[in-house]
């Protein structure tokens, strides 16, 4: 009797094994994927094949199909056809040199080489210059016998990595109008260009307090029609949506043409990563149903360990949604610019960095919406993280934060942590202006920017949470933390700052249980500060039930709008001043529709939870500048102080302005501190983002950022065009030549010191 080739093959392994592996088609030449000519033995890679794309050789994927192929390891280049749709089914995809095939969906098989000759490995769904027209869609699947844990996965190990689709103008807007219960349309704040009849879209929550048939969450929907800045969709709204004012929701759009997904959402899911001395950038491009969950290293979009190897990459304009673990990580990375993405639903942290040696990453105009608690990660970088849900979470503040906006996520939108302790140190090796590194306490560092960042819509506890576990270490006071223009609204705790040497300029808080709450006033220095329709704690004293303040707190300009404060002062007093220099001076201070009719009505006196006997000799005075008039001050003491008790008979009750625990009296000749001159010794730092060639010149465009103001922007000697506030874009046409040198200097005299260089191809 003959047996089938295939029956022997099954008959000779052990029971429970599978056959031997099949072995690997190689590439012949370059040519079409679905050409037999461009393969070894001219048959087309089929279901289960193991494919290996040979170095020299460019294969163009250009098929439609349901087979999955086993593995792809791409030592050439694998580029997808921009000009018709295309389906690739696979469950590994290795980009890396070496003419070798790999399973391994996590580490790099070897080190690339030191030296690159040629091009290098590539995956090019679309480019920057020539993005996919029709659809690319990569789905991963998990394959018998392959590594569940580490696969499937498209892992870059020294190679290139693009993914582009077509460009959105905007990736999510604000919007335009209020959304009613039962509405089919909605009406956006601005027009919106590449986005498309059938998109899904998210109208994001904005009433998380109140009736509950009016209590909003997020919702999706499918674009039905667009008119003008009017979008229809396929089913009437269940929830209000605030649209006008300074209180509005935003809509997303999570669908593009160019989508890496996890054919199995429900079974073992996939995830995307870059190693250091990769290249290549992301750019509307989808990423759903990705992420390992609670499995380390294993997230939606992964920067891993790159440090300044891929200068120049970014993520723009993507979507990346319902992921078991993260959306965007970046470890161990530097210079990334993570741009105009939206994350929607995300177990563990959404935009997080990852180990607290990270520095000079831009993270700008980004949507978090739905970041929910996860577990610790097993053998995770920083054991403190609780992995609690944060739309943006990182250790190392020396990166910028700007427009970014986090709503509906399940315990913060953006928490700094950093906890010492016995086994960890925050002591890591952070790179220098000049391109050296040293060994820094990362508590210290501020950022290099904090600015126009927004949060809403509480599920959780925290909005902005800015210092957990650093224990009073911060940066020195000639360099400071800075925050500018931040809104939050409709929360429960509202800023935390933990910090000390913190400036805030034009903080908006509204809606929000606690306003400024648990405070470490050591340093701090506000500005024009309005909080609104806040009614239990608006203004807290220092670190909340410990009372205790340890330095300067001064405030110019604070409104309180609204509140509704029910015996409860609008500012608390700190009981302990155990450095001897807690000091607190107000002024410009405002009441708007307070409504209190307590006999306890004030604007300054101890706290409503425990009120602990000062420790101190010396109590935290809060002096009112201009109180009872222009030049006249008030200064305002708890009754508990060691300043009341050495001549009680000197203070007074002041109706509205004291209470129960605290009196004031009038003093002269204490003048209101002047905001510190910080130390402007940052110089910004520059990425260049792209390089094209535009009638016979190069066109480059990038990205600088500084903690102060950018003077100038050069390419090759010419100076740049700003298209973003503060060169935070900017664009540049030189002549042709075999490099390009884009270096930037700021106002206060700072050169950058290590220019960035890109070789043109």
């Known amino acids: 009797m003959r047996f089938a080739p295939s029956l022997v093959a099954f008959a000779l392994v052990a029971p429970g094994a599978f056959a031997a592996d099949p072995p690997v088609i190689k590439s012949l030449k370059g040519g079409p994927w679905s050409a037999p000519t461009t393969w070894v033995g001219g048959a087309v890679p089929a279901a289960g094949a193991r494919v290996l794309v040979c170095e020299g050789h460019t294969v163009v994927y250009d098929a439609k199909s349901d087979a999955v192929i086993r593995g792809i390891s791409v030592s050439g280049t694998l580029v997808f056809n921009t000009e018709q749709d295309t389906v690739l089914n696979v469950g590994l995809i290795k980009i890396q040199a070496g003419n070798e095939y790999s399973e391994e969906g996590f580490d790099c098989d070897h080190a690339a080489p030191s030296e690159k000759k040629g091009a290098p490995p590539a995956l090019v769904v679309g480019s920057g210059e020539l993005p996919i027209k029709k659809t690319a869609r990569i789905r991963l699947h998990h394959v018998e016998g392959m590594n569940r844990e580490t696969c499937p996965a498209i892992v870059c190990c020294g190679g290139r990595m693009d993914l582009h689709g077509q460009p959105l103008s905007r990736g999510w807007v604000k919007l335009g109008a209020p959304a009613k219960i039962g509405d089919t349309n909605i009406t956006l704040a601005e027009g919106v260009k590449g986005w ?11 009433q998380t307090h109140g009736n509950a048939k009016t209590e909003s969450t997020t919702e999706e929907r499918v674009i039905t029609g667009i008119e003008g800045t009017k979008l229809i969709f396929d089913k009437a709204l269940s929830m209000a949506h605030l649209g006008d004012g300074e209180y509005r929701a935003e809509v997303a ?20 990563m870059y190693h250091k001395d990769s290249s290549g950038s992301l750019s509307y491009a989808e990423f759903r149903h990705l992420g390992k969950k609670e499995i380390l290293g294993k997230y939606a979009i992964h920067f891993h360990l790159c440090r300044d190897t891929m200068r120049g990459s970014s993520v723009v304009g993507c979507s990346i949604w319902d992921s078991h673990n993260r959306w965007v990580t970046v470890h161990g990375t530097d210079y990334l610019v993570v741009r105009d993405n939206v994350g929607y639903k995300s177990i563990g942290h959404g935009f997080f960095l990852e180990d607290g040696t990270e520095t000079y990453n831009v993270l700008d105009r980004n949507l978090a919406v739905g970041a929910v608690r996860g577990k610790r990660l097993p053998k995770q970088v920083l054991p403190f993280d609780g992995n609690e849900g944060a739309g943006f979470w990182w250790t190392c503040s020396l990166n910028s934060f700007t427009r970014n906006v986090a709503t509906e996520c399940d315990n913060y939108w953006f928490r700094y942590e950093a906890t010492s302790g016995s086994s960890l140190k925050l002591v890591f090796p952070i790179r220098q202006p000049d391109g050296s590194r040293k060994n820094v306490d990362v508590r210290t560092l501020p950022f290099v920017r904090f600015e126009d960042n927004e949060v809403h819509s509480v599920h959780g506890l925290y909005g902005v949470n800015l210092g957990e576990g650093v224990n009073r270490v911060g940066p020195d006071a000639a360099h400071p933390f800075v925050v500018k223009n931040l809104k939050i609204w ?9 910090v000390p040497n913190l400036i805030v300029e034009n903080l908006h808080i509204h809606k929000v249980a606690y306003g400024v709450y648990h405070p470490n006033f050591d340093g701090h220095y506000y500005k024009n500060v309005l909080i609104s329709q806040t009614n239990t704690e608006p203004f807290n004293r220092g670190h909340d039930d410990a009372s205790v303040q340890y330095g300067t707190l001064v405030v110019d300009g604070l409104t309180f709008d609204g509140c509704r404060s029910g015996g409860m002062p609008l500012i608390q007093i700190s009981d302990d001043n155990p450095t001897g220099n807690a000091v607190t001076h107000m002024r410009n201070v405002k009441t708007v529709n307070w409504t209190d009719g307590s006999k306890q009505r004030a604007l300054a006196n101890l706290g409503g939870g425990p009120r602990p006997t000062p420790k101190s000799a010396k109590g935290v005075p809060i002096f009112f500048h201009g109180y009872f008039g222009p030049g006249r001050v008030a200064m305002v003491v708890s009754t508990k102080s060691g300043e ?52 016979g010149k190069l066109l480059v465009r990038g990205s600088t950022i500084d903690n102060g103001t950018v003077k100038r922007v050069t390419v090759n000697g010419t100076e740049a065009k700003a298209t973003g506030a503060n060169f935070g874009e900017w664009e540049a046409t030189v002549d042709a030549a075999p490099e390009v040198k884009a270096t930037s200097e700021d106002a206060a005299g700072n050169v950058e010191k290590t220019p960035m260089v890109v070789k043109v191809k």
């Open 196 to 206: 498309k009849v059938g998109d899904r879209i998210i109208v994001t929550g904005t």
């Open 253 to 272: 759009n999570l669908s593009r043409n160019v989508v890496v997904e996890s054919a199995d959402p429900a079974g073992v899911r996939g995830h995307t």
């Open 490 to 498: 409709d929360t429960h705790y509202g800023f935390r700052p933990q």
């Open 644 to 695: 009341f008790k050495e001549q009680p008979n000197t203070f007074r009750e002041e109706k509205n302005l004291t209470g129960d625990g605290s009196r004031v009296t009038e003093v002269k000749d204490v003048e209101f501190p002047a905001f510190p001159k910080f130390i402007d010794d940052l110089p910004p730092a520059t990425i260049i983002t792209g390089v094209s060639k535009k009638d």
